[in-house]
T-cell receptor, first 111, second 116 residues
């Protein structure tokens, strides 16, 4: 079953703009992770935020987590054409290393 | 460089044939996973293994089988019982738990299987 649902499903922006993607989930989690996937490739881990954290930064990425609303957002600032990819949230609800993925947001950054 | 190698990148098979997808990692990770990805969809877990000689079914294990004879290797067999085998298959690994917070997944670049 897919616990995370990303919104929007697709997003098209101009280079230099910010991109925001949202993820909602249904059950309690230990952590939430964001991954990136270029077309036809494997996923690459971007950032992990634990259930007791509210915000985390990594370079141009900013992730927030609201456990009361069971939601997270990924902000990419000053987007570049190279950021064009699909972005997935993944939740870890406990158990041994079992992570559940959402359906993804397809981001297109236009040069 | 450490990483996960999946082979082959593209695989074509006739309906009714079993096929085995290879996954090798040199990250010294204990846990390994197989996911299936269909167009425009997220990843669905097929099987996972926490340790050598042990594995558990994921959400969509029917028609698939795995083995974990070595820490580095976790091959997936797509059997003729799998009704819709055409998909993109991704292998991943992760390190041991650190308390309640798990380490992230490292992925291979996938195998695209087409069955006709």
């Amino acid at each position: 079953s897919q616990q995370g649902e990303e919104d929007p499903q697709a997003l098209s922006i101009q280079e230099g703009e910010n991109a925001t993607m949202n993820c909602s989930y249904k059950t309690s989690i230990n952590n939430l992770q964001w991954y990136r996937q270029n077309s036809g490739r494997g996923l690459v881990h971007l950032i992990l935020i634990r259930s007791n954290e509210r915000e985390k930064h990594s370079g141009r990425l900013r992730v927030t987590l609201d456990t009361s609303k069971k939601s997270s957002s990924l902000l990419i600032t000053a987007s570049r054409a190279a950021d064009t990819a699909s972005y997935f949230c993944a939740t870890d609800a406990g158990g041994y290393q079992k992570v559940t993925f959402g359906t993804g947001t397809k981001l297109q950054v236009i040069p | 460089d450490g990483g996960i190698t999946q082979s082959p990148k593209y695989l074509f098979r006739k309906e009714g044939q079993n096929v085995t997808l290879s996954c090798e990692q040199n990250l010294n990770h204990d846990a390994m996973y197989w996911y299936r990805q269909d167009p425009g969809q997220g990843l669905r877990l097929i099987y996972y293994s926490q340790i050598v000689n042990d594995f558990q079914k994921g959400d969509i294990a029917e028609g698939y089988s795995v083995s974990r004879e070595k820490k580095e290797s976790f091959p997936l067999t797509v059997t003729s019982a799998q009704k819709n085998p055409t998909a993109f298959y991704l292998c991943a690994s992760s390190g041991r738990d650190r308390g309640p917070y798990n380490s992230p997944l490292h992925f291979g670049n996938g195998t695209r299987l087409t069955v006709t």
